[in-house]
């Protein structure tokens, strides 16, 4: 980026930068340390102060005294005593009455009831509500807003003590009437509402009864009544029926799974031997084996005097099995007693009877002959039946009973558990209905408590409230510092703003760092800012010379501490063979000319053979400072009048020599660009350690740009709270267009203010400089002949 595109790029960013009260954007644009800013105009704002105040204090007596109009009061809240409590509640709900006074409603109320619409100042007002309450304020002096108690203090102020105290009055008799007229409102509205809950819990438990009536009623199973009370006396849930069902049929699969298993084990064992070609005796030992211990439960069996019972009317196998053991036993008891013994005749009743009870069941009886296809073995022959066939034929028969109960039982379950579910879902719904009506029962007897105690206690609801001081009148000393302060706060603010505003746009130089950053250049030093006195001009007069060549006149002030601060900075800047130093500013009145005067003397007291010429043709100024004729000087030698030895003026400081700048011509610019100037330098060089041009400013005449390209650098003057950011950017474009070498900034009039922050507090060590009095100035005439070139890389 080029100096132009920088500048140009720093100059569109400090267009939109507003930075008020300090507040910085990046490091570039304008900003204000408010700290300082403070500090340097505390005097105008004491001043703003002081006349705000007068001010105030003279609308105080313009307008005259207010009043105030105060008086105490105390809201207390009716004490309750708690059912099971001894003591009374003296907390209770938050009571906002200090914003409830305040309200339009109870300012309303003063008006309406309390005669404040018969006052004329406040009934003609143009919103006579706002006018009471922007005069009255309400505070709690005692107590808090759970309290029972309270103490609250009314303050009202007006410029009529009348109508202050009027006012007063008619709100605590409004806030009075506000209260109980609310509290008997309050109690209509909850007896009100008490009862409405109350009707309404009765129709609703009217309703829910007689629709559960109606759910019992519809119902398509038999629910259970009330739980069974166990042995421990423990309530245990009831079973219904269905349930009761269900369980028996799966004990009756149990049972049937049971009995099938051991019929299918049994034939399996036969089918095993007959495949195992057991002989007849074996078979029939085993079948007789089995009946004897594995009969079924459904017929009787051998007790201890050989007698079969009947339990009850058997099924089809279990009517087989008994009559092949009854037939069996018969055979036995024949063949050990006889046909007459009791025993035999017993056992042939039960048989004939089994055999009836086949008729009359229609069933037929198993055929116990003896069979043609089947030999039979001699004990079986002796039983006339073949007793193998005969138990297979039984255990398949009851097998096959026993699959069919099964297949029934199956559909009974499928049915039982099918109700039993429906009875389950009907027995949470009944539940559930009893709840809720159980629930709205107990809401009932709650509300009939309720209503109970209100009846009780209705008369200790609300507040109370009770004036205990009397309406006290007494001149308002918050008007007084309100206007006061106010009007002193406005005058101050007036000031910093007028100040802060001036000081935001004022766009000239104030800080070092403004200096460098506006500039781009490397900072040589700062002079401070001084005046003359009527001493110093008198000295002048003496020396002849000006009084503002305070580094001849006074060398051990802090002045010329800092242009040998300079001094010794340039000399450090300088490189081997440099010489030709040109001093400019951008604008006339920053100081260039006494600067360059000053500096000059400054490096001529250091031991250097100085000339200082004044280039500026126009507005020449060094004869001024010298006190020596203008006339034979620059021009001269431009015009090739004279040689340029014969225009070098002597001066009372030793080492320095001048060359007026001569009458002004009439192109001067024309002049400066003539081969006479380089030509001048060239021989200037060999004669002088350093040669010093005074040129004009930059800005303002081309002049500067001329004389550049002849000179080894230039040293720029800027004046303090001068010179503008502006200038000082335009001087940077112009200088970097034309290549000139710059050495460094010199900044002019520093404010001492700043220079401690800075680092250029000379104050600070006074005790090291000497006044002139201390130690006089060592001048003499300077010879006319010029001294020899002294080198420049010799210390200062």
Not at 137 to 162: C, W
Not at 630 to 636: A, I, K, W
Request: proline letters at 5%; charged letters at 25%; hydrophobic letters at 35%.
């Amino acid at each position: 980026m080029t100096p132009n595109d920088h500048s140009n790029h720093r100059s569109s960013e400090a267009e939109f930068d507003f930075a008020p009260f300090g507040f910085h954007k990046n490091n570039s644009g304008r900003s204000i340390d408010i700290a300082r800013f403070l500090m340097s105009v505390w005097k105008p704002l004491a001043m703003g102060l002081c006349f705000g105040l007068l001010l105030g204090v003279g609308v105080y007596l313009m307008m005259g005294p207010v009043y105030s109009a105060t008086t105490q009061v105390l809201v207390s809240k009716k004490a309750t005593v708690p059912a099971g409590n001894t003591e009374a509640n003296r907390y209770g709900d938050r009571g906002d009455h200090v914003q409830l006074i305040k309200t339009d409603l109870i300012v309303e109320r003063a008006f309406k009831d309390h005669g404040l619409n018969e006052i004329p100042e406040l009934a003609k007002a143009y919103d006579p509500l706002k006018e009471v309450t922007e005069g009255l304020s309400v505070s709690r002096s005692a107590g808090q807003e759970s309290s029972f108690d309270n103490v609250l203090a009314i303050t009202y102020t007006h410029p009529d003590k009348r109508i202050a105290r009027a006012v007063v009055q008619a709100m605590v008799e409004a806030y009075r009437d506000y209260l109980e007229d609310t509290r008997d409102e309050n109690a209509r509205q909850l007896y009100r509402s008490l009862i409405e809950r109350q009707k309404a819990l009765d129709e609703t438990i009217k309703q829910e009864e007689a629709d559960y009536q109606k759910f019992r009623n519809d119902a398509p199973v038999f629910l259970k009544a009330s739980p069974v009370v166990s042995i421990n006396g423990m309530p245990a849930p009831a079973q219904n029926q269905y349930e009761v069902e269900l369980a028996s049929i799966e004990t009756a699969q149990n049972e049937n799974l049971r009995k099938r298993s051991s019929i299918q084990a049994r034939l399996a064992t036969l089918d095993r031997k007959i495949k195992e070609n057991a002989s007849r005796e074996v078979l029939e030992f085993w079948v007789i084996h089995s009946l004897s211990t594995g009969t079924s439960g459904s017929g009787g069996g051998t007790g201890a005097g050989g007698g079969v019972a009947i339990a009850g009317p058997p099924e089809k196998a279990s009517l087989d099995q008994q009559l092949l053991t009854a037939r069996l036993l018969e055979q036995r008891l024949l063949h050990t007693l006889g046909e007459d013994h009791t025993q035999v005749r017993n056992v042939r009743r039960q048989i004939s009877t089994l055999l009836d009870f086949y008729t009359r069941q229609g069933l037929r009886a198993p055929d116990l002959e003896q069979n043609a296809q089947n030999p039979l073995s001699p004990r079986s022959a002796s039983l006339g039946m073949d007793i193998v066939t005969v138990y297979r034929e039984t255990l398949e028969g009851q097998l096959k009973e026993l699959e069919v109960d099964n297949e029934n039982l199956k559909l009974l379950h499928q049915d039982a558990q099918k109700k039993a579910k429906q009875a389950e879902m009907f027995e949470v719904e009944d539940q559930r209905r009893k709840d809720d009506i159980a629930q709205k029962k107990t809401q009932r007897e709650r509300l009939f408590d309720q209503i109970a105690e209100y009846d009780i206690s209705r008369e200790q609801e609300g507040y109370r409230l009770q004036q205990i001081s009397q309406v006290r009148l007494e001149r308002s000393l918050k008007q007084v510092i309100k206007l006061v302060g106010s009007c002193g706060f406005l005058g101050m603010a007036i000031v910093f703003c007028l100040a802060y505003f001036r000081e935001w746009y004022d766009t000239t130089l104030k800080t070092l760092d403004e200096v460098r950053e506006f500039t781009g250049a490397h900072l040589m030093g700062a002079v401070p800012a001084f005046t003359s006195s009527p001493d110093a001009n008198r000295l002048a007069e003496q020396r002849g010379l000006a009084a503002s060549l305070c580094y001849y006149h006074r060398p051990g002030s802090r002045e010329a501490e800092a242009f040998r601060s300079i001094r010794t900075t340039l000399f450090v800047s300088m490189q081997p063979g440099q010489k030709v130093i040109q001093v400019s500013s951008p604008e006339p009145g920053d100081g260039k000319s006494t600067t360059a005067a000053n500096l000059a003397i400054a490096l001529a007291q250091s031991g250097k053979n100085v000339l200082l010429v004044d280039c500026d043709l126009r507005r020449p100024t060094q004869h001024l400072l010298f006190k020596t004729e203008q006339e034979v000087g620059l021009t001269d030698v431009l015009m090739k009048e004279i040689e340029w030895q014969n225009a070098v003026r002597p001066t009372p400081v030793e080492g320095l020599s001048i060359i007026t700048a001569g009458l002004c011509p009439e192109n001067p610019a024309e002049l400066l660009s003539t081969a006479s100037l380089p030509k001048f330098l060239k021989q200037a060089r060999e004669d002088y350690d350093i040669i010093i041009l005074d040129s004009p400013p930059v800005l303002a005449v081309s002049d500067p740009c001329i004389l550049s390209p002849h000179t080894d650098g230039m040293l720029v003057v800027l004046r303090m709270k001068k010179t503008k950011r502006a200038a000082a950017e335009r001087l940077q474009e112009t200088l970097a267009s034309h290549g000139v070498n710059v050495f460094g900034i010199i900044a002019n009039d520093f404010n001492s203010a700043n220079a401690a922050e800075a680092g250029y507090d000379y104050d600070a060590y006074g005790s090291y400089y000497t006044s002139p009095d201390q130690q006089p100035s060592k001048s003499k005439p300077a010879a006319t002949t010029p001294r020899p070139p002294i080198n420049m890389a010799g210390s200062p």
